[in-house]
């Protein structure tokens, strides 16, 4: 699922594209993409793009006369983009063609999650967000070192008592982070990933808040520079340079040891069992039954 990092970068270039340009007709292929009916997506054909704005992982561009166009992509939808007009193919979901080229939506595999809504006013666009913190102020999109304060940070951590994974990727506590990018930060922080927040110390805090800003500002910076003035393909969960996220049985890069991983309903954590856990080993079978509740079991509870 995309996350922060590439949303950011999805969105600065989208900037560069469709910023100023009208979208002058909108295709679907599948009628379960659109979510909304009113007011109807052809209303927003023949308008101008004026803003365009991050909501969580969710990628929002503002038209003439109020409307917003939201676009989540889930876990496999991609966006791409074209200096043409191609034809609609039966591999894109969307597409949105522009005064001066074509943005399309592609979602690999059967499980179609990817969602478009169309909504009018900043009300509208504010009954999509899930409300999680936004860990950084933002000037066009920019990375600032500013934004979420550590006692601000500490109150959203502490709020429920979750696990550390759980309550990083809570949409509804912190902004942006999913699956991937809650691995990075937590190897950072050398923090275990079934820590319950309400247990931490005022040190381990500090820690995860530095880790959480360290992170996801690298990354933006990282995926910045390696996507340049091009548009960004090729997003994925999985990066080369990542300690721990994708990296089971592989050496961990700050002690060697062999990176783990526990697997939960249709999700993944990993974690290095000497940074991160004691030398100890999270067992899946054991985590099923301290866990419960408390583990997305589905791509929608990370969104």
Known sequence: MPEYPDIVVYIEALEKRILGQTLEKISLNSPFLLRTATPPISTA??????????????????LEHELWLVLHLMIAGRLHWKNSKPKFSRRDLAAFNFSNGTLTLTEAGTQKRASLHLVSGDNGLRELDPGGLELFSAEKNRVKNKGATLEVFAAALQSRNHTLKRALTD?????????????????????????????????????????????????VDRLREETGDAFPEGVTAFREGMAVHGRYK??????????????????????????????????????????????????EELG
Request: net charge positive; glycine share 6%; aromatic share 6%.
């Open 171 to 219: 949409p509804r506590l912190f902004s942006g982070i999913g699956n991937a990018y809650s691995d990075e930060i937590l190897f950072a922080a050398k923090l275990s990933p079934i820590k319950l927040t309400q247990k931490l110390t005022a040190e381990e805090i500090e820690r995860l808040y530095s880790a959480t800003k360290a992170s996801l500002a690298a990354w």
């Open 250 to 299: 592989q050496p961990c890069p700050r002690c060697g040891a062999k990176v783990q991983r526990i697997r939960y309903a249709s999700n993944e954590t990993n974690y290095c069992p000497v940074c991160q856990t004691g030398g100890k080993l999270l067992a899946d079978r054991a985590l099923s039954r301290i866990l419960k509740d408390d583990w997305p079991r589905t791509a």
């Open 45 to 62: 054909e023949g308008r101008r793009v004026v803003e365009l704005r991050r909501l969580g992982k969710r990628i929002c561009i503002s």
